[in-house]
């Protein structure tokens, strides 16, 4: 895109955008933020209602997502080791339940995957169809083999997927 003969990145265009709905909508925050009363344009968006902060779960899901295996297990046994750490993480993020790394199935999933499918003699594709994602066989065969990424909403179905087969 390009404004004003100028390439502007897609970052940037949002952020322009933003700026300018907050000036047309909100004159008086759009005035506080010009005159340095309000530090950024996302605590003038979220001032607005425009933009939401993240909230502690989110941060930790994002910071969870950027961290490396060892980081992971730091965190869990400090967590584990009844150091004042607040409340316990929801069933979802216990590490028994966690699946994936981001978009990427841990080797452990790939192996339990591969053990149930052999146990009911089903194909990438059945357990796609299971799973609700018909059309996933081929990411989900990548993914198996390859280790390639899946979608994020295919990783929560498969999550679901395997708490079933438990039952």
Sequence with gaps: MSMNGVS??????????????LKRDFPDIHADLVAGRI????KALVKAGLATRPTPAEKLLKAWGKANAQEREQ?????????????????TMQPSALIANGRYLLPQTINRIEAIMATRKLSPTDVMKEAGFPSEGRSFIRALARNASLRLVVIAALETWLRDQKA
């Design 39 to 42: 530090p950024s344009l996302k």
């Design 8 to 21: 502007m990145s897609k970052t940037r265009k949002r952020q322009s955008m933003a700026g300018q709905r």
């Design 75 to 91: 965190f869990l046994m400090q967590i584990g080791s009844g150091r004042k750490a607040g409340p316990a993480l929801p069933a």
